[in-house]
């Protein structure tokens, strides 16, 4: 087959309800290299602080719903919706929500 379909309902969140949800849909897309996350984040929740350095992958992400803050060694960045930023492998992030509202995300990595 040419294509391979997935959703959050076939994989369990790797995450707590009560922070939100996070699915890793690699091994349900059955990709090679490119890993996908799906991610809700709720107000007050945050993700927790790590980099790529020991596998080599970039990652973006990108907000389609609410804002969230990815913290960067002391630096923040807000995304709001419609709003993604790439990340080095060495580089440490932590993702907050912030605000008071839900926000939900797509991850995007893959070895360079």
């Not at 922070?19 to 990709?31: I, R, V």
């Not at 709003?83 to 839900?102: G, K, T, Y």
Request: a negative charge.
């Amino acid at each position: 087959m040419a294509y391979q379909k997935a959703s959050t309902d076939d994989v369990e969140s790797v995450i707590d309800d009560e922070y939100g949800g996070m699915w890793f849909l690699k091994e349900a897309l059955d990709t090679d290299e490119v890993g996908v996350t799906v991610m809700r984040l709720e107000p007050g929740s945050k993700g927790k602080p790590h980099d790529h350095s020991e596998d080599g992958q970039e990652e973006v992400y990108c907000v389609v719903e609410g804002e969230v803050v990815v913290e960067f060694d002391g630096e923040t960045v807000t995304l709001g919706e419609n709003e993604a930023v790439r990340i080095d492998p060495d580089q440490r992030r932590q993702l907050r929500n912030e605000s008071d509202d839900l926000a939900r995300l797509v991850l995007v990595g893959a070895p360079i």
